[in-house]
Structure formats: C-alpha cells, structure tokens
C-alpha cells in the first residue's frame, strides 16, 4: 500500500507556550510548536497544533498543521464523579499523526533536495488522515481530537468507538 505515516511527538507542553517537538511533520522542516485550547463549550475544547514550517520563528496561519476539537473527561471512581475539566491548566505530551499517499512524502523529499526529475506516482486513492492525542501529565488519561475542517477526513465524519474516529 502506498501511504505514509508521520509520527511527531513533544512531551511537557503547555498551552500557548513554544515547545520542540521530536521531528517535523514535513520532510525536514522545522520542530518548533505551538498548541492552544479555547473552550467551546462546558465539554468542549477547539485544539489547535501549530509548527514553524517556514523557519520564520513565528506561529502564524500558514503554521497551523492540526484543527479539531477535544471532549476531555473521565470517570473517577474513587470520588464516583465525572470530571469534565482535564484541560483546565494542561501541561502533558501531544501526539500528531499524519498519514498521507507515500508520493506526497517523496515530492517533498525531492523538492528539499531540488531534484528537478518527476516522482513517480500510483494512482491508488490514499487519504490523507490527522489523528491528534493529548495526555494530560495530572491524569494520564489519553484524549483523541476530531479533526475538522482541512484535517477532516472526508471518509472520516463520526467517530465509530471510544479510540478510533474512522
């Protein structure tokens, strides 16, 4: 099969706060980062993942590689409650997973490189899919966003189980 999946990872992040994450989303890009929540609702929280593609040492737009939204909550069974507010002051580790059609990958190695030759493509249908994880260092609980938007996946629109969106 002809897809590719990038993995980055930054522990120790804080809202609004630059971090480094471990690698670049992009072929040798940058791994400076930025995340921000803005709460939606009472159970909602927008998610924004952001890394300096350009080099520019600025979180702007064109930096953002993750849009979604987050529903953080878990049961506590020791105080037999629900606790709904597991992103109020979070510092944790975040995880960006992109998967993409493997030609994607190696025009942007080629491009890098300034390889001028075409890249040879197949012409099987790869979505491009983002899955972002968030886990608070507090609970340890993992929280998966729904990406929306340009990160949404069009085959992707309800989440089927408890860990998986598609």
């Not at 960006?96 to 994607?104: A, D, G, P």
């Not at 491009?128 to 996946?153: H, N, Q």
Request: one cysteine or more.
């Amino acid at each position: 099969m002809p897809a590719f999946v990038r993995t980055i990872k930054a522990k120790s992040v804080a809202p609004g706060e630059l971090f480094e994450f471990n690698k670049s989303i992009e072929y040798k890009g940058e791994i400076l980062g930025l995340l921000k929540f803005k709460e939606k609702t009472s159970q909602i929280y927008k998610v924004k993942v952001f890394q300096d593609l350009n080099n520019d040492q600025k979180m702007s737009k064109s930096d953002i590689i993750f849009k979604g939204e987050v529903v953080p909550g878990y049961y506590d069974a020791e105080a037999q409650e629900w606790t709904l507010d597991d992103l109020t002051n979070f510092v944790g580790t975040v995880k960006l997973t992109k998967q993409m059609h493997s030609c994607e990958w190696d025009m942007q190695k080629a491009e890098k490189k300034g390889d001028k030759d075409s890249v040879a493509c197949t012409r099987d249908y790869i979505p491009t899919v983002y899955e972002l994880m968030v886990k608070p260092d507090a609970s340890g609980m993992k929280y998966d966003a729904l990406p929306v938007g340009k990160f949404a996946t069009e085959d992707c629109y309800m989440q089927v189980d408890a860990d998986h969106f598609c």
